[in-house]
């Protein structure tokens, strides 16, 4: 089956500067790859996803790439604030169907 | 913008009693989901239900577990027998629709404590 890593487990930046999570897949039939962000005690949510046939794709400071022959994606944020910090999930899926999270990671944004 | 809802917010349960957790999914959508997530640690999938069956199961959802669709909004999780490590946040989830890849919506969860 699909397994998931994700890397680093633990970011600290500085506010305004950059973050990057990667994650890697096992499965090359996956094809769809969303991330989530889950703040202490609430629901995982949607902040942007990908699918196998774009390669880049980005929402204000928030881009994600993908790169299937390594089998892996990224997750940038650029001018991180405060509000960023949260615990950052990736995932993996094909078509949709039940995702496969990656272990996440705890960003935190020092003011 | 609909949402996910999930009840109750926290169940406490004594060791071996049966729980139902409840979700109603966003009201057009047809794909349903259940993943549990251990304190601390990743979410993990459980189960996925169309068509009033069940899809697709992990090695979690055992013969402890059952889901059902009562009615055209409702979607439970039961876990019978409850066990100490069934302690987690349980977290419903639903899509639009599998075939194009649609993102899956997450309700707030239910946090379950066996004591």
């Known amino acids: 089956g699909e397994n998931v890593e994700q890397h680093p487990s633990t970011l600290s930046v500085q506010e305004g500067d950059s973050a990057v999570i990667k994650c890697t897949y096992s499965?090359?039939?996956?094809?769809?790859f969303p991330w989530y962000k889950q703040e202490l005690g609430k629901r995982p949510q949607l902040i942007i996803d990908?699918?196998?046939?774009?390669g880049e794709k980005k929402d204000q400071r928030i881009a994600v790439t993908l790169n299937k022959t390594a089998k892996h994606f990224s997750l940038h944020i650029t001018e991180t604030q405060p509000e960023d910090s949260a615990v950052y999930f990736c995932a993996a899926s094909y078509y949709g169907q039940n995702f496969v999270f990656g272990p996440g990671t705890r960003l935190s944004v020092l003011p | 913008e609909p949402e996910v809802t999930q009840t109750p917010s926290h169940q406490v349960t004594q060791m071996g009693q049966e729980v139902i957790l409840r979700c109603v999914p966003i009201?057009?959508?047809?794909?349903f989901y259940w993943y549990r997530q251990i304190l601390g640690q990743k979410v993990e999938f459980l189960v996925s239900f169309y068509n009033n069956e069940i899809s697709e199961k992990s090695e979690i959802f055992d013969d402890q577990f059952s889901v059902e669709r009562p009615d055209g909004s409702n979607f439970t999780l039961k876990i019978r027998s409850t066990k100490l490590e069934d302690s987690a946040m349980y977290f419903c989830?639903?899509?639009?629709?599998?075939?194009?890849?649609?993102?899956?919506?997450f309700g707030d969860g239910t946090r379950l404590s066996i004591l």
């Open positions: 009201s057009n959508h047809l794909y």
């Open positions: 990908i699918r196998s046939n774009v």
């Open positions: 499965d090359s039939a996956s094809n769809y």
């Open positions: 989830a639903s899509s639009e629709a599998v075939g194009s890849a649609q993102p899956q919506h």
